[in-house]
Structures are given as C-alpha cells and as structure tokens.
C-alpha cells in the first residue's frame, strides 16, 4: 500500500476492507425473523449500558489527547453523542421492563465487551487517524445493523419509535462526521501517523465488533 494515500482514500480503502470481511449477522437475522429471545434483547441493553458510558470516556481522553484542529471536535463531538445515546438507551431498557438498578446488576459477557476495551486502548496509545479511520469504518457497519435493528423491535417486537431511538440515533452517521474524519485523518498523515497503523484499527475493530454480536448469540440454537 502507498504511504502517500489521502484521507479519503484511506478510509475508503478500511470501509471496503471491512465490508469484504463482513459475514452475516445471526442477532440481527434472528432479530428480523422474530425469533430472537427478548431475553437476548435485554442483553443487548445491559452490554450497551457499559459500552456507551466507556465510550464517552474513550472519545473524551482522546478529545484531550488531540485538542486541536478537527481531531478535536471530531472525539468531543462523537463523546457528547454518546451521552446522548446513553439517556437513549433508557429508554430502549424501560420497554423491556428493565430500570437503571437492573443494568447496574446486569454481569457482562467478557467478548461483548472486547469492543470498548480495544477502543479505551486506542484512547491511550493510538493515533488520531487511527481512531478517526477505525470509527469511519466502524460507524457505516455498526449503523447498518441499527438501522434494521430499529426496524425489526417495530415491526416484530412491537415496540414504539420511542424506544428504539437509540438505535435510529446510530443508524446514521452524525451531521459532518465524515468531513471531520477526513479532516483529522489528514491532519494525522501530515504530522507523520503510519497509514497502515490506521487500516489495521479498522481491522480490528470489525473483529471486536463482530465478538460483541457473536456474544449475544451463544447457546442459540
């Protein structure tokens, strides 16, 4: 691979990656059939409980590691969106009967949850193109499956708009954020960050992300 790719190029060349590496996914599939247990569902809710509030707290060290130019307000951007997601999340818990002591309670699958450690690494030691390509990558994935997710609780599980919000909330990248990852991307690449480094985030992320739905699964028939 070239040293001299642009920012966009880059994250073109991670999202077609992942997309190529990308298999099924059984929750979603169950899900949109209607056969997923809504035990599973309260799963989903109890290992997003976690992630969301980690992830606040990886985008806001990494907002602090790279306060300035577009990185930035790329990670305080994508920190404050998880806080939204959180008090979204709620939301999605309270239809299926669960408050904020049971997601408290609720004990975590150890590979749900290699996704927010891997990103809390990232918080730490990665770059900012890294993070940025990663997420770019990771956001066109994660937002697919929310978007049928969202889909699926409504028409098959019958909840209301109201409680799948967290997942609408995902299914789209936010306003500007592709232009602010190329931004910080770029900003990255001129200041010397490795450009393999950064595909291989986005590898790994997928393969984190992949554990996380795989977790949700275990035991299904």
Known sequence: MSENLFADELIRQACD?????SGGNRFVELLEAGELPRERLAWLAGEEFRIVRSDQRSFALL???????SAGGLFLGLAQGEARASALLLEFAAALGWDGKKLRGYA???FAQVYPAYLAWCALYGT???VAVAMAANLDEWGGYCGRIADAL???YRLSEEAVGFFRFFATPPP???EQAEAAVEEGLEAGEDPVEALRAAQALHVYETAFWDALVTGLD
């Open 17 to 21: 990656d992942v997309s190529a590496r």
């Open 63 to 69: 907002a602090s590691r790279f306060p300035d130019g």
């Open 108 to 110: 975590p699958l150890p």
């Open 128 to 130: 900012r193109s890294a």
């Open 154 to 156: 409504t028409s098959r």
């Open 176 to 178: 500007g954020f592709m």
